[in-house]
């Protein structure tokens, strides 16, 4: 017999959305691997040496470094690993030089954290970069460093390039497999989409299955295009992935209208997509030998068409790189974009607040800690620069399971500081402890947390030999970060809490008004190509994936943010199910159905600009009935009906 909470004792739903552990892939084993070895190694080495405090630096770069270790590609974790220990190298050096320097100490790490968030916005190596800028200039600036002023950077960069040296290991008899593997990844998720298209399923398992093409795809042309920016196009094997991918996207285009048309393809169509999904990632080209039933539908005619020009490129030997369109386009060469980025920071109005933020916080810490005797004071400021980084989500949901997080920690911490001796018996704790770290961080940030704070903590008694000593302050400190975190960067920024998250939302429907009318043509506005077409649709999910994710976040904001959050979250699906019936109707025109009329589009874009401007003016959402008209046998029959499902959702009264 189930019992439910008492009325007034039900948790409310923003602090139930950050306890749930977040969905996970199954364990990375080799990143747990390499967690455990490059963590525990230095530390043996320093025991074996008898320099401890050295193997426990060269274990504190490694941690940063299994932090850091998140590409799939080869070529990848080169810029995620070793471009961020760069920066932490640079950082533990400047804090070493103001260490012991009172209110210049203050002032040097204040600086570093305006420049650490700002250049946070550029995107996710930078993040990564100037995250462990910071936390190292504020560990050198709170910490005595064994040795010369080189030797701790040095030793902290060989942890995590030891790191760096075991993901590249399998290199040599992997290359490339991660690259045909995404695109094999976003093949099966086609195919998933495809098997749910015009069945009984729910609308939210068919929206979920769009939602898991949209991010297999965007990750796969991520790492084919990042890659073939370096080879200028000269790879065979790039360029035949890349037209590989290219020639998806028309089933993925035929997928809405064939949900639409309510009509479930036969199984042996998903099949045949698994199947070629196979041949892709073991680079297979000889006969498929597809079976595929006779279209007796528009939809599936478009279907099957699509699919046997997919089995042609993935079976072609040989593909012209001339002929290959990148769809999303090809990156800019690595100096436009490192100048496009520097210029983008120093101009933008968000990267200055996202600094300041993250200054003025850290700016609080030190100044704190100077004035009032806190022991191991730089935990604070390590508590604040995890806590408070924009980009990596909520700053309250942060704050709340980093408090959480640290609880659960010091538990694990509390029973190896006082039941295990320091010494070669540190060695084994480490290598059980150090693979939690890749094995719960993709479960949430609290998880991640508790997997950090005994490494941590054992790390810092290998260098103090405080033992249980360390775990009060340590409490103690990470709940004053918090603390200041949550009232001066968060409470004392009204955009944190009392932003409109509707904003981004215009901004994609607007572009979707664009999508209409490059897809058909309307007065004034000529039909765009197939490829530039493909390139806009492919934009507008990849933005939406971007705002599906910002106001997930969202909705472990505690009120008013979370609630205005979860009012316009049912907008957001309908903008994806707009973006869906324009592609279904475009495919139905190819195949052979009347196009609308320049006037009929017109009407449909007008509405959506209409709409735009709505959420943009408002801050709360009124249901209203809506008058968008046209003739009942048009192609975008379905549009304006999702139009104005949307409209209904949207308008104010």
């Known amino acids: 017999m189930s019992r439910e909470f008492p009325i007034g004792l039900t948790p409310p739903d923003w602090l139930v959305r950050n306890l749930r552990p977040q969905q996970a892939p199954p364990v990375n084993r080799p990143a747990v691997a390499r967690a455990a070895v490059a963590m525990t190694l230095p530390l043996a080495i320093g025991l074996a040496t008898d320099h401890t405090a050295y193997g426990a630096l060269a274990s504190m770069g490694a941690l940063f ?12 974790r ?8 760069l920066f932490g190298a640079v950082g533990i050096t400047l804090g070493s030089l103001v260490q012991g320097h009172g209110w210049a100490a203050v002032a040097a790490v204040t600086g570093v954290a305006l420049v650490s968030g700002m250049i946070s916005t550029i ?8 995250l462990l800028l910071l936390l190292n200039s504020v560990v050198g600036a709170g910490l005595d460093m064994p040795g010369e002023w080189w030797l701790a950077p040095a030793l902290m960069a060989g942890g995590g390039l030891l790191v760096l040296l075991l993901a590249l290991l399998a290199w040599p008899l992997r290359s490339g497999v991660p690259e045909r593997a995404a695109v094999g990844d976003a093949y ?17 398992e068919y929206d979920e299955a769009r939602h898991a093409v949209t991010q297999s795809l965007n990750q796969a042309y991520d790492l084919v295009l990042a890659r073939r920016a370096r080879h200028h196009g000269r790879s065979p094997e790039l360029t035949r992935l890349l037209a590989q991918l290219n020639a998806i996207i028309p089933v993925v285009e035929a997928a809405p209208a064939v949900h639409l048309a309510g009509t479930p393809l036969a199984a042996e169509l998903p099949e045949a997509v698994r199947h070629l999904a196979q041949a892709v990632e073991t680079g297979y080209t000889g006969p498929i030998g597809l079976h595929l039933p006779v279209p007796l539908t528009e939809t599936s005619r478009a279907v099957d068409h699509a699919l046997r020009h997919t089995a042609e490129v993935v079976t072609a030997p040989d593909v012209d790189p001339r002929g290959i369109d990148d769809r999303l386009g090809r990156p800019a060469a690595l100096s436009i974009r490192t100048a496009r980025a520097a210029r983008d920071v120093a101009l933008s109005a968000a990267s200055w607040r996202y600094g300041l ?11 704190l800690v100077s004035i009032v005797s806190v022991p191991r004071s730089y935990w604070v400021a390590l508590t604040i620069t995890f806590v408070l980084k924009p980009d990596f989500g909520s700053v309250f949901s942060r704050a709340l399971l980093r408090a959480l997080g640290t609880v659960a920690g010091l538990v694990i911490a509390a029973a190896v500081l006082s039941q295990v001796p320091r010494g070669w018996w540190d060695v084994p704790v480490m290598l059980l402890l150090a693979p939690l770290i890749p094995a719960l961080t993709p479960r949430g940030y609290g998880y991640q947390t508790a997997a950090i704070t005994p490494v941590i903590l054992l790390i810092s008694d290998v260098l103090n030999h405080e033992g249980t000593a360390l775990l009060l302050p340590r409490l103690v400190d990470s709940l004053i970060g918090c603390a200041i975190a949550l009232v001066a960067g968060y409470l004392l920024w009204p955009e944190s809490w009392h932003t409109r998250v509707g904003d981004r ?3 994609a429907v607007s572009d979707t008004a664009r999508y209409v009318e490059g897809a058909f043509g309307a007065p004034g506005v000529a039909a765009v190509d197939p490829p530039a077409r493909a390139r806009m649709r492919r934009r507008l999910y990849r933005d939406l994936s971007a705002i599906r994710t910002e106001f997930q976040r969202a909705l472990t904001e505690p009120p008013p943010t979370g609630r205005r959050a979860a009012a316009w979250w049912p907008l957001v699906v309908a903008v994806e199910r707009i973006v869906d019936a324009t592609t279904a109707a475009r495919v139905r025109v190819k195949h052979g159905a009347p196009p609308p009329s320049s006037a009929e589009v017109g009407q449909v874009a007008l509405q959506l600009r209409e709409l735009a401007q709505g959420v943009r003016e408002v801050e709360v959402l009124f249901e209203v009935r809506t008058d968008l008209t046209g003739p009942a046998d048009s192609v975008l029959e379905p549009l304006r009906q999702e139009v104005a499902a949307a409209r209904a959702i949207a308008s104010p009264h």
Request: charged share 15%; with cysteine; hydrophobic share 45%.
């Open 65 to 76: 470094g299994v932090i850091s270790d998140t590409a799939d590609a080869y070529r990848m």
């Open 78 to 85: 080169i810029l995620n690993i070793a471009i961020p220990q």
């Open 123 to 130: 995107g996710a190596v930078a993040s990564v970069s100037g």
């Open 188 to 204: 099966r998720t086609v195919a998933g989409l495809l098997a749910v298209c015009g069945t009984d399923r729910t609308e939210e």
């Open 357 to 367: 933020r993250l200054a003025l916080c850290i700016g609080l810490a030190q100044s």
């Open 505 to 507: 939302l215009a901004d």
